[in-house]
């Protein structure tokens, strides 16, 4: 039997070795700012849409596109936007509910006193939002995709940022309780015209807002004022509100002036997503961005634009689909 010369099989073995090496860091390198391409008659990208504040000081409806970098209004005198993979909803005029495709084109307008906040339940068959019909009245509402309207829950405190649960059936929100303050709270969509059930306690030094439901969980925002500076940590509490934790330490425990996080909100692509997205003036005191937030990761924020005009209400999308 012939003997297989060793040099002349280890140099294939070497090259093989390192072109797997090659792919493998290839392929990790497909992220939010590298999206990839599939085959076949489909286009998977990462898209950020959020809100962009003008020169004039309106707000629109951006969309970005990160797999060939570019910019583009979608929505035009819009704020609130919260999009999925095929849906976005906003706040056109201040007045009216939009619901649509993602490339803005709308599919439903409803006329409302002064309504904020729109969200999508993950499957796109709901919408949640806070309306307030006069001066003194607050409402959260949910309505289908074909216009029907339901009156969930209704409070004289000011109501802001509504957000579904993973399997649709719950909703979160923050209600001021008093002025300078405020708690998260709960809703269970069956229990129309029902209490709302307090998630995290009441205290008179901290605000809690922003929150975001993922599984089980309720990740939201804590503010405080340190040193004359508003102050932000992300916090998590179940949906009994039974056990509340803090998740990041940016102020070393509420002693060092940090900076603000709002508009918490998870990234899209699935019902328990590991990475939240947020605005926060993190890095440029007088300018607001957008950033990720690893949950169980590096205590650190990952900014994800770089414009020279406030931004808001953000949804990352890593495995949008477009068909050809």
């Known amino acids: 039997m012939r003997s297989l010369n060793n040099s ?3 140099k294939p073995a070497v090259l093989i070795f390192f072109g797997l090496i090659a792919l493998f860091i290839s392929c990790q390198k497909s ?6 391409q599939q085959g076949g008659h489909t286009i998977t990208d990462t898209l950020l849409i959020f809100g962009q504040e003008t020169g004039t000081g309106k707000w629109n409806v951006v969309m970005k596109d990160y797999k060939d970098n570019t910019l583009k209004p979608i929505l035009f005198d819009a704020t609130y936007p919260m999009a999925t993979n095929i849906r976005v909803v906003y706040i056109k005029d201040d007045s009216i509910l939009g619901y649509g495709n993602i490339d803005g084109s709308s599919k439903l307008l409803i006329s409302l006193p002064h309504p904020k906040y729109p969200q999508l339940s993950v499957d796109t068959r709901l919408i949640c939002l806070i309306d307030q019909p006069d001066s003194n009245t607050y409402d959260l509402l949910k309505y289908d995709t074909l216009g029907n309207k339901t009156v969930l829950y209704t409070n004289n405190y000011e109501m802001t940022y509504p957000t579904f649960s993973s ?12 002025k300078g303050e405020a708690s998260i709270f709960l809703v269970n969509i069956g229990e129309v015209g029902g209490l709302a059930h307090r998630v995290t306690p009441e205290d ?9 439901i993922t599984n089980e969980t309720i990740y939201f925002v804590r503010s405080h004022m340190i ?4 102050s932000s940590e992300i916090f998590a509490a179940t949906l009994g509100g039974y ?3 803090q998740v990041t330490n940016f102020t070393n425990n509420w002693t060092t002036p940090g900076f603000y996080i709002k508009d918490l909100r998870k990234v899209a692509g699935g019902i328990d997503s590991s990475s939240l997205i947020c605005i926060s003036n993190y890095q440029n005191a007088a300018v607001s961005h957008a950033y990720t937030y690893k949950i169980g990761g590096p205590d650190s924020l990952h ?10 209400s953000p949804s990352l999308i890593p495995n949008w689909v477009k068909n050809d």
Do not use: C, M, W
């Open 8 to 10: 002349s099989v280890f």
């Open 31 to 36: 992220n939010v700012d590298t999206p990839h």
């Open 167 to 178: 399997d649709g059936t719950k909703i979160a929100f923050s209600q001021q309780t008093k």
């Open 204 to 212: 008179s030094t901290f605000y809690d807002d922003y929150p975001t």
């Open 227 to 230: 040193d004359s500076t508003l």
């Open 243 to 245: 056990s509340v934790t």
């Open 303 to 312: 900014r994800v634009t770089d414009l020279g005009f406030p931004e808001s």
